[in-house]
């Protein structure tokens, strides 16, 4: 079963630095686009970014550019976000999603998430 | 950015019978390809999303043929022919048109 499995969440202070990590199985990773998608506490889902097939380009929601840092391993079908000056309202679970192929173009494949909180 | 806006936020619906839910977006989603990217995700509580439709109409692998999308541009709707218990959850469009890719704030879809 194609699978994408997240780790790295936990409790952090404001200010503090988290690396999410996203292990993909079962599937050729090297071959999809990849995202990261959150949701708040009893909140809606807001895209966080996106990393090409080959990593040689991201895209990120402006409210995080210069904060969060997406990056992959294709050899290790891996998958990360790197979070710095954490804060409050960065608390969420973050999902790492598959971008379908090019006919799809959807978030077809989800983790489970991962919690962070944020606590001063 | 585009914002997707839908309706209703929740939607009451009795077992056996349809459901509808709206996704109006700020602008028009087709693509310079042509295409129109917006999707529809199920989550049920406690669980991650989960890819319904994609390109507006088409249902995506497992998906049960009650659920049904339609739309063009900018005017998108999801439809559920007869709603069955395991239905309930929220409902969230999503366009991947364009940076920043956004979605609806969500319709909650419960049973009466």
């Known amino acids: 079963e194609v699978q994408l499995v997240e780790s790295g969440g936990g409790l952090v202070q404001t200010g503090g630095s988290l690396r999410l990590s996203c292990a993909a199985s079962?599937?050729?990773?090297?071959?999809?686009?990849m995202g990261w998608v959150r949701q708040a506490p009893g909140k809606g889902l807001e895209w966080v970014a996106s990393?090409?097939?080959?990593?040689?380009?991201?895209n990120y929601v402006d409210s995080l550019k210069g904060r969060f840092t997406m990056s992959r391993d294709n050899a290790q079908n891996s998958l990360y976000l790197q979070m710095n000056n954490l804060r409050a309202d960065d608390t969420a679970i973050y999902y790492c999603?598959?971008?379908?192929?090019?006919?799809?173009?959807?978030?077809?494949?989800w983790g489970q998430g991962t919690m962070v909180t944020v606590s001063s | 950015d585009i914002v997707m806006t839908q309706t209703p936020l929740s939607a009451p619906v009795t077992l056996g019978q349809p459901a509808s839910i709206s996704c109006r977006s700020s602008?028009?989603?087709?693509?310079?390809?042509?295409?129109?990217?917006l999707s529809w995700l199920q989550q049920r509580p406690g669980q991650p999303p989960r890819l319904l439709i994609y390109?507006?109409?088409n249902r995506f692998s497992g998906v049960p043929d009650r659920f049904s999308g339609s739309g063009a541009g900018t005017d998108f709707t999801l439809k559920i022919s007869r709603v069955e218990a395991e239905d309930v959850g929220i409902y969230y469009c999503?366009?991947?048109?364009?940076?920043?890719?956004?979605f609806g704030q969500g319709t909650k879809l419960e049973i009466k």
């Open positions: 999603a598959r971008l379908g192929s090019n006919w799809i173009w959807a978030f077809d494949i």
């Open positions: 079962r599937f050729i990773f090297s071959n999809y686009c």
């Open positions: 990393i090409k097939e080959d990593g040689s380009e991201e």
């Open positions: 602008q028009s989603l087709v693509h310079s390809d042509g295409y129109t990217y």
């Open positions: 390109k507006i109409s």
């Open positions: 999503m366009q991947a048109t364009q940076f920043p890719y956004t």
